[in-house]
Protein backbone atom coordinates (compact mmCIF):
# COMPACT_ATOMS: atom_id res chain seq x y z
CA UNK A 1 0.00 0.00 0.00
CA UNK A 2 3.08 2.41 0.66
CA UNK A 3 4.49 1.84 -2.66
CA UNK A 4 0.84 2.73 -4.40
CA UNK A 5 0.14 5.94 -2.62
CA UNK A 6 4.40 6.67 -3.42
CA UNK A 7 3.42 5.95 -7.01
CA UNK A 8 0.16 8.27 -6.94
CA UNK A 9 1.81 10.98 -5.15
CA UNK A 10 4.82 10.82 -7.31
CA UNK A 11 2.38 10.83 -11.01
CA UNK A 12 -0.12 13.39 -9.68
CA UNK A 13 0.39 16.00 -12.18
CA UNK A 14 0.77 13.45 -15.24
CA UNK A 15 -2.71 13.49 -17.67
CA UNK A 16 -3.96 12.10 -21.29
CA UNK A 17 -3.14 14.88 -23.11
CA UNK A 18 -5.58 14.78 -26.84
CA UNK A 19 -3.80 16.75 -29.57
CA UNK A 20 -4.33 16.72 -33.50
CA UNK A 21 -1.57 14.56 -35.08
CA UNK A 22 0.63 15.87 -37.69
CA UNK A 23 -0.18 12.80 -40.26
CA UNK A 24 -3.32 10.64 -40.36
CA UNK A 25 -6.95 10.84 -39.19
CA UNK A 26 -6.68 12.09 -35.73
CA UNK A 27 -9.94 9.64 -34.77
CA UNK A 28 -7.89 6.55 -36.16
CA UNK A 29 -7.99 3.75 -34.23
CA UNK A 30 -4.60 1.81 -33.57
CA UNK A 31 -4.85 -1.68 -32.24
CA UNK A 32 -1.70 -3.75 -31.40
CA UNK A 33 -1.59 -7.59 -29.37
CA UNK A 34 1.48 -9.63 -28.55
CA UNK A 35 1.67 -13.04 -27.16
CA UNK A 36 4.08 -14.38 -25.08
CA UNK A 37 4.18 -18.40 -25.51
CA UNK A 38 3.53 -20.63 -23.02
CA UNK A 39 4.87 -18.10 -20.34
CA UNK A 40 2.52 -20.07 -17.00
CA UNK A 41 4.49 -23.20 -17.21
CA UNK A 42 1.56 -24.89 -14.67
CA UNK A 43 -1.51 -24.44 -16.63
CA UNK A 44 0.58 -24.26 -19.99
CA UNK A 45 -1.02 -21.12 -20.92
CA UNK A 46 -0.29 -18.21 -23.03
CA UNK A 47 0.37 -14.66 -21.77
CA UNK A 48 -1.55 -11.88 -24.39
CA UNK A 49 -1.63 -8.48 -24.45
CA UNK A 50 -3.56 -5.87 -25.99
CA UNK A 51 -3.86 -2.10 -26.13
CA UNK A 52 -5.87 0.56 -28.33
CA UNK A 53 -4.86 3.99 -29.64
CA UNK A 54 -6.59 7.43 -30.41
CA UNK A 55 -5.06 10.73 -30.81
CA UNK A 56 -1.65 8.80 -29.75
CA UNK A 57 -3.45 8.51 -26.18
CA UNK A 58 -3.75 4.53 -24.57
CA UNK A 59 -7.47 4.44 -24.23
CA UNK A 60 -7.84 0.59 -23.52
CA UNK A 61 -4.92 -2.16 -22.43
CA UNK A 62 -5.14 -5.47 -21.09
CA UNK A 63 -2.48 -8.35 -20.08
CA UNK A 64 -4.60 -11.76 -19.71
CA UNK A 65 -3.77 -15.26 -19.82
CA UNK A 66 -5.23 -17.22 -22.79
CA UNK A 67 -8.37 -19.20 -22.07
CA UNK A 68 -7.10 -22.00 -24.31
CA UNK A 69 -3.35 -24.04 -24.43
CA UNK A 70 -2.13 -23.71 -27.61
CA UNK A 71 0.60 -26.14 -29.51
CA UNK A 72 2.52 -23.17 -31.48
CA UNK A 73 3.29 -19.79 -31.35
CA UNK A 74 1.13 -19.25 -34.42
CA UNK A 75 -1.54 -20.68 -33.02
CA UNK A 76 -1.35 -18.44 -29.96
CA UNK A 77 -0.94 -15.57 -32.10
CA UNK A 78 -3.70 -16.17 -34.45
CA UNK A 79 -6.19 -16.73 -31.03
CA UNK A 80 -5.12 -13.35 -29.44
CA UNK A 81 -5.79 -11.41 -32.74
CA UNK A 82 -9.21 -12.62 -33.54
CA UNK A 83 -9.44 -12.00 -30.12
CA UNK A 84 -8.57 -8.49 -29.67
CA UNK A 85 -10.50 -8.15 -33.22
CA UNK A 86 -13.44 -9.03 -31.06
CA UNK A 87 -12.81 -6.44 -28.86
CA UNK A 88 -12.29 -3.59 -31.24
CA UNK A 89 -15.71 -4.41 -33.20
Known sequence: ???VLQYLRGNARLDLVF?????GNPRELQGY???DYVRD???QRSTMGYMFIVA???ICWKT?????????TMEAEYMATVEVLKKAL
Open 19 to 23: QRLKT
Open 56 to 58: ECI
Open 33 to 35: VDV
Open 1 to 3: MKW
Open 64 to 72: ELQDTVTFS
Open 41 to 43: FDQ
